[in-house]
T-cell receptor
Framework: EAQVTQNPRYLITVTGKKLTVTCSQN?????MSWYRQDPGLGLRQIYY???????DKGDVPEGYKVSRKEKRNFPLILESPSPNQTSLYFC????????????FGQGTRLTVV | DQQVKQNSPSLSVQEGRISILNCDYT??????FLWYKKYPAEGPTFLIS?????DKNEDGRFTVFLNKSAKHLSLHIVPSQPGDSAVYFC?????????????????FGKGTKLSVKP
C-alpha cells in the first residue's frame, strides 16, 4: 500500500529538549515536504526537499532542521523546541514539485511545555 | 500576504443538497489547483485537481470550476452526504519554469469546515 508514515503520532516534550519526527514514504517520490497546521492559519510549509541531499526552506523554517540522506526518509528535527512550535505536523511526498498531488502522512501532534 | 484565500471558515449543508466551497487566489502565475479533504486525526487526502488550461473538471459527485479572469475556483459536491463532513483545503502551485523559489510548491488556503447534516 502506497503511504507516508510519520512517527510518533503524539508527542509531549519540554522546552529545549531536542526531538526528531520521522517520515518515510514507499512510493519512490523525489519530492518531500513538511507542513504545520495551526488553527486559523491552515497548512504552512516548513521545509521541502526535491531529492536526496537537496533541501530548502519553506515559509516557516525558523527553529527547524531537516535532512534527506535517503530518498524515502525526510526527518524533521527540532534542536531546541519552544512552546510556539506546539502544532500539528504533516509530512508529504509527491512525484515532483508542484502540479501534482501530494500524499500526506497521518500527522504528528506535538506539544511543547 | 495570503496568496490562496478561503474566506468561509465553515459551511453547513443539508444532506442531498449541493455544497459549494470557494477559493480565491492572488498570484496570476498559479496554473494548477487542487482540493484536499481532511478528517480529524488524519492527514489531508487529495480530492480533485484542475489545470489552468481547463475551466471544469469532474469526478463523480465532485466538480471543480476555475474562473481565471476572476482568480476564483470552487468545489461543488452534489449530492452532499454526511460522510463529506470534513475540512476542505484549496491549494495552488505555479509552473516551476515560470516561477522559481518556494512558490513552485503547493500553497494552501486556511480551509473550510463543511458539515453535512442528515
Amino acid at each position: 500500500e502506497a503511504q507516508v508514515t510519520q512517527n510518533p503520532r503524539y508527542l509531549i516534550t519540554v522546552t529545549g529538549k531536542k526531538l526528531t519526527v520521522t517520515c518515510s514514504q514507499n512510493m519512490n517520490h523525489e519530492y518531500m515536504s513538511w507542513y504545520r497546521q495551526d488553527p486559523g492559519l491552515g497548512l504552512r510549509q516548513i521545509y521541502y526537499s526535491m531529492n536526496v541531499e537537496v533541501t530548502d526552506k519553506g515559509d516557516v523554517p525558523e527553529g527547524y532542521k531537516v535532512s534527506r540522506k535517503e530518498k524515502r526518509n525526510f526527518p524533521l528535527i527540532l534542536e531546541s523546541p519552544s512552546p510556539n512550535q506546539t502544532s500539528l505536523y504533516f509530512c508529504a511526498s509527491s512525484l515532483r514539485r508542484g502540479r501534482t498531488e501530494a500524499f500526506f502522512g497521518q500527522g504528528t501532534r506535538l506539544t511543547v511545555v | 500576504d495570503q496568496q490562496v484565500k478561503q474566506n468561509s471558515p465553515s459551511l453547513s449543508v443539508q444532506e442531498g443538497r449541493i455544497s459549494i466551497l470557494n477559493c480565491d487566489y492572488t498570484n496570476s502565475m498559479f496554473d494548477y489547483f487542487l482540493w484536499y479533504k481532511k478528517y480529524p486525526a488524519e492527514g489531508p487526502t487529495f480530492l480533485i485537481s484542475i489545470s489552468s488550461i481547463k475551466d471544469k473538471n469532474e469526478d463523480g459527485r465532485f466538480t471543480v470550476f476555475l474562473n481565471k479572469s476572476a482568480k476564483h475556483l470552487s468545489l461543488h459536491i452534489v449530492p452532499s452526504q454526511p460522510g463529506d463532513s470534513a475540512v476542505y483545503f484549496c491549494a495552488a502551485s505555479a509552473g516551476i519554469l515560470n516561477y522559481g523559489g518556494s512558490q513552485g510548491n503547493l500553497i494552501f488556503g486556511k480551509g473550510t469546515k463543511l458539515s453535512v447534516k442528515p
